[in-house]
């Protein structure tokens, strides 16, 4: 069985206003690449192999982080279409966004986006070109991939809150069959010191 290591990037200007980044390709903010400087990677990051999304602000936080990741275009965020550089205050506000859109589902899409069904799609290609590879992997991508990879390890349907949360300043660490498919190992190691 392959084992595979993911964080989510730092911080970014935009996470810090509540805008939606989705395919926008906004670079970590100076707190961000402050938070990544505490940042430690856990034991169990010990001879992996890493990829990142090329995505500014997750390969520049796989950089900082020391570490000479391969691109892996299916790991960027998903996109959100019409509502990307939106806040989603605003969003909510002016009746365009459910107050729980999380309620809708894997099938959830904003106008022109893609939905988490779509994301998990992209994700098991992924999963299981590594799992017939066999390579133990790292990854920094981002918070959709974190959530469309946590649903396909433990069937969460994404129509209520996950049975854990996906913490940042956190690697979560998942075991694949030799199909790709994902099981939960651990979640939340912290990075922090």
């Given at each position: 069985m392959t084992t595979l290591l993911i964080l989510r990037h730092g911080p970014t200007a935009w996470n810090a206003e509540g805008r939606i980044q989705g395919s926008i390709d906004e670079p970590l903010s100076d707190a961000g690449r402050a938070r990544i400087a505490r940042y430690r990677l856990p034991s169990e990051s010990a001879g992996l192999r890493w990829v990142a999304s090329p995505k500014r602000r997750a390969w520049e936080t796989a950089l900082l982080l020391g570490l000479d990741p391969r691109p892996e275009p299916r790991l960027v965020e998903?996109?959100?279409?019409?509502?990307?550089?939106?806040?989603?205050?605003?969003?909510?506000?002016?009746?365009?966004?459910?107050?729980?859109?999380?309620?809708?589902?894997?099938?959830?899409?904003?106008?022109?986006?893609?939905?988490?069904?779509?994301?998990?799609?992209?994700l098991r290609s992924w999963l299981a070109d590594l799992a017939a590879e066999g390579h133990p992997t790292g990854a920094v991508a981002h918070n959709g991939i974190l959530r469309a990879l946590y649903s396909l390890a433990t069937g969460w349907d994404m129509r209520d809150d996950p049975?854990?949360?996906?913490?940042?300043?956190?690697?979560?660490?998942?075991?694949?069959?030799?199909?790709?498919?994902?099981?939960?190992?651990?979640?939340?190691?912290?990075?922090?010191?």
């Open positions: 998903m996109d959100w279409g019409e509502w990307e550089g939106q806040r989603t205050e605003d969003l909510r506000a002016d009746g365009r966004m459910p107050a729980r859109h999380d309620r809708l589902g894997l099938d959830f899409k904003a106008p022109g986006g893609e939905s988490p069904r779509e994301v998990q799609d992209r049975a854990e949360d996906l913490r940042n300043g956190c690697a979560h660490l998942f075991r694949l069959a030799k199909d790709g498919t994902p099981e939960m190992l651990r979640l939340n190691i912290s990075l922090l010191e």
